[in-house]
C-alpha cells in the first residue's frame, strides 16, 4: 500500500490534514487535486476511523470517480464499490431510488437519455398537432430543461416559442411521470425538491454525510451548488477543490462565481493554494501566469515547479495558414526523429473547422493522428450530406448519395418511399434519379411530385455550377437545398455551419491543383480526393498525434503541445471582443492550453488566412501579445512589436534568422530578404529551412520552396 502522506508537498498536507469547517483548496493546473482528494479520504478512514459511508465525495465525470476510487484502494486496501464516490447525476440516481416514492413516483423509474428526450418532443410535437418545422424539437429541447428548475420563466420568452413551451412543457413532463420516466435534468430537480420538501429525508443525509467533498467546484453550476448545500450539514465540514482560472465551460452552465459565493455562503473557510505545478516546466508556467494575470477579480495565485525552466516557447508567425501547418507537420517530425512519439504531441485549436488544413497536411506528409472529441472534419454530418449533393450534381445516378439526401433537409419523403423506389429501380435496373420518371413507377402521386422536385433541384444546381465560382456555388447550394435554413434551428447550427464555410475554403485551394477548366471534371476529383482522405482517416493507430478543441484538452496532459490559429478574431473570438465576460473565459481558455504541456510548448498563426472563402490579413492574438516576450523564441515571419514604456512588458526583439551558405555559392539569405526569381518575378524570403528557402511570390504563385542556390533566383536590394 502506499503511504498516505507520500510525496505531499506542504500546501498538499495541509489540504489533507485540515478536516474541521469549510475549506477550498484553490488547486491550480497541474498542482494534484487528485491527489490531494483522495489522501484527504484515506486520511479521514484511516486515521480519524470515519465510515467510507459517511464521506461524499462528488466529481463530474466517471472516469474521475473510478479513478478516486482505484487511489483510494491502493491507499488503504478497502472496497470501494459501495463509497459514496459519484458524478452529480449518479449520486442522485442512488439518493432517489430510495426516495422517490415521497415525489409521487416509483422507486423502479428509468432514466431516458439526450436522444430519447429529443424524440419524445417530437411524439408530444405530433401529438399535439404543432408543426415540428417551425420549431424544431432539437431547439426546444433546451428551452424544456431550463423550464425545469423555473416554470415561471416561460412568461418571459417571446411568441411563437412562449405559446410552444405552454403547451409542450406541461404535456412533457405529464409524460414523463405517467410512465415513471427520469431525464437527466430531472435527477438534479427532483433530488432538490426531495431535499427542500421532506425535512426527514433531509435529515438522514445530514447523519449520512459527516464529510462532503466536491471536485472541480468551478464548473458547477446554481442547481448542483444548491444540491452541495443541502446536503451539507449543521458541522459545514465541506472541502472543495477547484481552480477558477480554469473555468471554461460557461456554455453548459457552469458559474464561475460559485467560488466567490462559497466564501460568503461559508463565512471563515481556510483558504489553501495549491501552486506547485508537477507537470510543466518553469518557462511554460510563468507564460501561462502571464496570460491569466489579465483577468480580473480571480484569486492571485503564481504556479511554480521544481523540473527547471525547459525549453523556451516556440512563436512561429507564417505567411499563409497553409504554412503553418506545414510548419507544424515539419516540426512534428522533426521531433519524432528526436526520440519523441506521435502520442506524446497534441495540437489544439480553438474552433472545430480549423483542423481540416492540419488533417490535410498530415495525410500528405504521412503523419498519423486521430480527432478527439470530434469526428474527422470529413466524418462529420453536415460535410457527409454536402459531399453527397456535389457527388449527385456530378453524377445524378450516384444511388448512396441519392439515399443520404433526398430527404435531408425534410421534403416528407419517408423512408417506406425511399424503400419502394429502391425496389423498383433494382427491379428494372434502373437509377433512382431515373426511377423517379418512370411512368409505371408504384409511387403514389404526392411522392412523385416530391421526388421529381428533388431531381429538379439537383438539374438547377447543375446549371447553377456552371454559372457560378466554387465559394459561390456552396452558398447557392446551401440556400436552394433548405440546408442553411435547417442549420437555423440546430442547436449547434452555427458551428456546422462554418464547418460547410470551411470545405469551401477547401474546394476553393483545391480548384487551383487541377489544371482543367471543366468545373464537372475539377470537382469530380475534388470529390475523389475527399473520399481518400475519409477513407485514411479509417486506419486506426495507437501512435498518433492528437488534433483537438482547447475545451476537449482540459484534465489532459502532453509532452508537447502546438496551440494554433492564434489570431484575433479566432482566438480570442471576434464575438468576445466586446463583451469582458467572454473574453475573460478565452483567456482562461488559453491558460489551460497552455498547461497541459510537460515539456515544449508552440504557439503558432498565420499572417493570411482563408475565411469563409475570402484571403484575410491576420494579427497576432492578444494572448500572445500577453507573454513576457523574454520566454518566447521568435520564428517566422514576425517583427519587431513596440509596446507602451510604463508596462512590465518588454519590446518584442526580432528574432535571430538563420542564414544560408549553400554549397557552390556565396548567396547569403536572410527572412526578409527581396529576390527575383526568372519565371515568378519578385519575392520575399519568408523563411530558410538549411538549404532551402520558403519564398512568398505573389499572385498567382504563392509560397515556393526552393534551393537558396537554385541559378533562377537572385538577391535584389530594397531601392
Known sequence: MESIWENLNEQQLKAVKTINGPVMAIAGAGSGKTRV?????????????????????????NKAANEMKNRIYRLLGIHTRHMWVSTF????????????????????????DDDDTTQLIKVILKRLNLDPKLISPKRLKPHIMNIKYDPS???DYDDPIRSYLEEIYPAYQKHLKDNNLLDFEDLLVLTIELLKKNKEVREYYHKQFHYVLVDEFQDTNNVQYELVKLLTNESKNLFIVGDEDQSIYAFRGSNIENIRNFQHDFEGAEKILLEQNYRSTNTILKAANHVIKGNKNRIEKNLYSTKGDGEPIIFFKAYTYRDEAEYVAQTIQSLVYKGYRYEDIAVLYRANNTSRVFEDTFIKKHIPYQIVGNLSFFKRKEIKDIVSYLRLIVNPHDGYSYV????????????????RLNDFASQEQLSLFDAVLDPDNPLSKRAITQLKAFNDLILTLQNRLEQEDFPRFIETLVDLTGYEKMLMDDDMGEVRYENIMELKNSLLEAQKNYPTEDKFDVLTQM????????????????????????HAAKGLEFKVVFIVALEQGLFPLHQTLSDQKELEEERRLMYVGMTRTMERLYLTNAQERLVFGSLERQTDSLFVREIHPTLLEFEGLNKVIKRPENTDRMVFKKPEVKMSKTMGSNTFYRQGDKIMHTTFGKGVV??????????????????????????????????
Not at 37 to 60: G, K, W
Not at 531 to 538: F, H, P, R, T, Y
Open 37 to 61: 482528494l483522495t489522501r484527504r479520504i484515506a486520511h479521514l478512514i484511516f486515521h480519524h476511523q470515519v465510515s467510507s459511508e459517511n464521506i461524499l465525495a462528488i466529481t463530474f465525470t
Open 89 to 112: 447525476h449518479s449520486m442522485c440516481a442512488r439518493i432517489l431510488r430510495d426516495h422517490i416514492e415521497f415525489l409521487g413516483y416509483d422507486r423502479r423509474f428509468q432514466i431516458i
Open 153 to 155: 420563466i416561460i412568461a
Open 404 to 419: 443520404r439526401v433526398v430527404n435531408e433537409p425534410k421534403r416528407g419523403i419517408g423512408a417506406k418511399t425511399v424503400e
Open 527 to 550: 470529390l475523389e480526393d475527399i473520399a481518400l482522405k475519409s477513407q485514411e482517416d479509417e486506419q486506426k493507430e495507437t501512435n498518433v498525434v492528437t488534433l483537438m478543441t482547447l
Open 686 to 719: 519568408v523563411q530558410v529551412l538549411g538549404k532551402q528557402c520558403k519564398i512568398a511570390f505573389s499572385h498567382p504563385h504563392g509560397v515556393k520552396t526552393l534551393l537558396c542556390d537554385h541559378p533562377s533566383l537572385k538577391k535584389v536590394s530594397d531601392e
